[in-house]
T-cell receptor, first 118, second 113 residues
């Protein structure tokens, strides 16, 4: 149980393109999902917390106009990287924890999206 | 901000050996988690710890939540080649809308057959 699916798994596109990444909880509902970015050989860095039906909470230093987050339902959050540039190339990973499972329930992660901007 | 310390960055062991990884923090966490990540994939939860002093096993893996709530360790016994990967500790703090995970930098484990 507690499966999180991300799509697409890999994106290669030109500089200036906007890219949308989807994160779905397949067998549970999630009021809160999290978006992380991971550069090669580094740890996961939290970008933002996505809350269903309300605005996302961004971590310090993350541009909210650059990384648009929409959490329209209890099973889907999307991250749109607007006008992507080569420095936005990274591994983007989402996670969620089970609704009603308590605030300390472990987060379950998607398989990530490898974004490469040429 | 909160930081978790994991070291060394890499560990090399022989198949069949046991290995222990430590994670320390300058802050208290309510929950400690251990994840394993393989190349090109998201982290997979190995063990979750919810109480100070708690010792939990999952197959060949054993993890403990330190009494001070500022540290945790993960033991892997009788290692096998598929144990290769990056092992991250994570501390969970806050609650509700402020709930978030802080990750260590990870330890890359190599297992020689």
């Amino acid at each position: 149980g507690a499966v999180v699916s991300q799509h697409p798994s890999r994106v290669i596109c030109k500089s200036g393109t906007s890219v949308k990444i989807e994160c779905r909880s397949l067998d549970f509902q999630a009021t809160t999902m999290f978006w992380y970015r991971q550069f090669p050989k580094q740890s996961l860095m939290l970008m933002a917390t996505s809350n269903e039906g309300s605005k996302a909470t961004y971590e310090q230093g993350v541009e909210k106009d650059k990384f648009l987050i929409n959490h329209a339902s209890l099973t889907l959050s999307t991250l749109t990287v607007t006008s992507a540039h080569p420095e936005d190339s990274s591994f983007y990973i989402c996670s969620a924890f089970v609704l009603g499972g308590g605030s300390n329930q472990p987060q379950h992660f998607g398989d990530g999206t490898r974004l490469s901007i040429l | 901000g909160q930081q978790l310390n994991q070291s060394p960055q890499s560990m090399f062991i022989q198949e069949g050996e046991d290995v222990s990884m430590n994670c320390t923090s300058s802050s208290i966490f309510n929950t400690w988690l251990w994840y394993k990540q393989e190349p090109g994939e998201g982290p997979v939860l190995l063990i979750a710890l919810y109480k100070a002093g708690e010792l939990t096993s999952n197959g060949r893996l054993t993890a403990q939540f330190g009494i001070t709530r500022k540290d945790s360790f993960l033991n892997i016994s009788a290692s096998i080649p598929s144990d290769v990967g990056i092992y991250f500790c994570a501390g969970h703090g806050g609650s509700g809308a402020n709930s978030k995970l802080t990750f260590g930098k990870g330890i890359t484990l190599s297992v020689r057959p």
